[in-house]
């Protein structure tokens, strides 16, 4: 049975005009479907090198260059929180921020909430200096995020 659905197939396929060669749609297709599972599982992996014509080997030497892709046995959850570590967000607190988060959601970095909702993972850097200390949501940014305002937004995080 096939772990991609079509639409999955679809749009990894949609990616190949816009490159040079079917190879290198490797990174978005692990992006698309980690995205769409919250892992990229084995077969997941078989699948995308037949659609670019590429061997599991070469797919899953991009996947395991890149330490943001998780295999089915370390699922992300639900959001995936970024900490961001860098020296702008260490020096206004960002450890601190870090430490805050683990211990409410008694994980440690990598970790995911014991209700599957919530991968906290810390990031050298995510280009937010300006609003340090800063923190990614999936995609999304958020500026300024103090110890003190951690509580409001893990419940944002499990609606």
């Known amino acids: 049975m096939s772990v991609l659905t079509d639409e999955l197939r679809q749009k990894i ?3 190949v005009p816009r490159y040079p060669s079917k190879q290198a749609v490797t990174l978005p297709a692990l992006h698309i ?7 990229v599982p ?3 992996i078989r699948e ?3 659609l670019l014509d590429l061997s599991p080997a070469e797919v899953h030497d991009t996947m395991s260059f890149y330490g943001i892709f998780r295999d089915k046995e370390h699922p992300l959850g639900k959001k995936r929180l970024w900490v961001c570590r860098s020296l702008a967000c260490g020096l206004r607190g960002g450890d601190e921020l870090l430490d805050t988060v683990c211990k409410k959601l008694k994980v440690h970095p990598g970790g995911t909430s014991d209700d599957g909702k919530i991968t906290v993972e810390f990031a050298e850097c ?3 200096c300006e609003g340090a200390p800063a923190v990614l949501i999936d995609d999304e940014a958020r500026l300024n995020l103090t110890p003190d305002k951690v509580d409001a937004l893990l419940e944002e995080l499990r609606r």
């Open 48 to 50: 995308i090198a037949d």
């Open 42 to 44: 084995l077969e997941a």
């Open 126 to 128: 995510i280009g937010a």
């Open 13 to 15: 396929l949609a990616y």
């Open 33 to 39: 479907v980690q995205d769409a599972l919250r892992c």
